[in-house]
């Protein structure tokens, strides 16, 4: 199946700074990809959704200014969480689309990042 | 407004086979997809129904009827590893996935 990585897969950082989650689709084009945040024992909670090209469109309630969005190929979208405070530590996982003529247009999961602000 | 519903918790027996339902009213419909996730882990693509009727895949088959906004996802002979949540999500008329909050199974010996 289709393969979505995401780097890092944790990080440890102080309150203020940025940190840069990087999601790429390794064996296939994804023109669009998608953003979670995921709070333990909760569902997924779609942030934003990012498409190659354009700027990308956030869900009501996140903050595009803190969470920046860049799609700037079809195999690689990045997530900057700006000035990082303790209540953004979450896991954070990525999806692309799989638009290569099959029917079922699946999302495919990175592996998720772990960001812990103190 | 839109809403998918499954069981917060399921429990069920090693070698026995366990049924996971979903409920959905949407704003459109593109298909109904289902979800593995094992605790701290990414969600991993199980199966995907666009039309009626039951798709079956090894060990899971899931099922779809559009007119009653249902499905259910069938796991049999299940192991120890089936352990997991197991999530429910709609594509909208959007393209939008819109997630149910999961399910829980806890597979006991």
């Known amino acids: 199946g289709a393969v979505v990585s995401q780097h890092p897969s944790w990080v440890i950082c102080k309150s203020g700074t940025s940190v840069k989650i990087e999601c790429r689709s390794l064996d296939f084009q994804a023109t669009t990809m998608f953003w979670y945040r995921q709070f333990p024992k909760q569902s997924l909670m779609l942030m934003a959704t990012s498409n190659e090209g354009s700027k990308a469109t956030y869900e009501q309630g996140v903050e595009k200014d803190k969470f920046l969005i860049n799609h700037a190929s079809l195999t690689l979208s990045t997530l900057t969480v700006t000035s990082a405070h303790p209540e953004d530590s979450s896991f954070y996982i990525c999806s692309a689309r799989d638009m290569g003529g099959g029917a079922t247009d699946t999302q495919y999961f990175g592996p998720g990042t772990r960001l812990t602000v103190l | 407004g839109q809403n998918i519903d499954q069981p917060t918790e399921m429990t069920a027996t090693e070698g026995a086979i366990v049924q996971i339902n979903c409920t959905y009213q949407t704003s459109g419909f593109n298909g109904l997809f289902w979800y593995q996730q094992h605790a701290g882990e990414a969600p991993t693509f199980l199966s995907y129904?666009?039309l009626d009727g039951l798709e079956e895949k090894g060990r899971f088959s899931s099922f779809l009827s559009r007119s009653k906004g249902y499905s259910y996802l069938l796991l049999k002979e299940l192991q120890m590893k089936d352990s997991a949540s197991y999530l429910c999500a709609v594509m909208d008329s959007n393209y939008q996935l819109i997630w149910g909050a999961g399910t829980k199974l806890i597979i006991k010996p």
């Open positions: 129904n666009v």
